[in-house]
């Protein structure tokens, strides 16, 4: 049997090493370390809303788990894991803490695979909008902010502003992807046919394998820049 519990562990630890030699380059690199001390924020909001979508969408279907704990928060506190914090601050993407969620508790107006899909998509949904949302900011404050913007502070605001932009793209993007655990698994499973769901669901633990695969060696982040790419420059391409 796939010990799940013991791969993870490992993967971990191999996320763990990726970290620490990419954030060993950015120690010595002080343009970096500028760019990166930048887009903490961005990183801080993105995963706070993200999560916190996940575990509104299930209140509203009925769903008390994620309230009794305590995850309809917008404390970052509440919702950032380590290492996905840290990927998403060195790569672009991440995670957060997973929002438990039960859909035995859904509104039996929609079955609970649909429920689980609305929930689902919820958080990356969230993340595209919030990427629109400072988008209209940025391009504001470019417009009506006169020479605000060439200032010291002005400058410093602008890159957060991007960087917030360009997290929220990837974050969202990111989980797009239909494999274990992200959110596009679930995402995807109400339009599937019948056997194709089944096969899904009995080589779930595959997927995990799939996904550590793509997702270390660099194939993740070529599968969707192009997403991201888009999504980025139809976002821009309205507010200018």
Not at 19 to 42: H, R
Request: no cysteine; hydrophobic share 50%.
């Amino acid at each position: 049997m796939f010990n799940f519990s013991f791969d993870k562990r490992m993967i971990y630890i191999i996320i763990a090493i990726m970290v620490l030699t990419t954030l060993a380059q950015y120690i010595t690199n002080p343009g970096a370390l500028f760019a990166l001390l930048v887009s903490i924020p961005g990183v801080l909001i993105a995963i706070t809303f993200h999560e916190f979508a996940h575990g509104y969408a299930a209140y509203k279907l009925g769903d008390n788990t994620a309230k009794n704990e305590g995850r309809l928060s917008l404390n970052p506190l509440d919702h950032l894991d380590p290492i996905g914090t840290l990927m998403l601050l060195l790569a672009g993407f991440g995670w957060g803490k997973p929002v438990h969620v039960n859909p035995s508790n859904y509104t039996r107006k929609i079955s609970m695979e649909k429920g689980e899909a609305i929930v689902s998509v919820a958080g990356p949904l969230t993340n595209i909008v919030l990427a629109f949302v400072v988008a209209l900011i940025y391009g504001a404050l470019a417009k009506f902010s006169g020479t605000f913007l060439l200032s010291t502070v002005g400058n410093i605001v602008q890159l957060i502003l991007g960087a917030t932009i360009s997290i929220n793209i990837g974050l969202g993007v990111f989980n797009l992807i239909p494999l274990p655990p992200l959110d596009g698994s679930k995402i995807i499973m109400p339009f599937l046919p019948y056997n194709a769901k089944q096969w899904f669901r009995n080589n779930e633990q595959i997927f995990y394998i799939i996904f550590v695969i793509i997702w270390i060696t660099g194939i993740a982040g070529i599968i969707i820049s192009p997403a991201i790419n888009g999504v980025t420059s139809g976002i821009m391409s309205i507010i200018q």
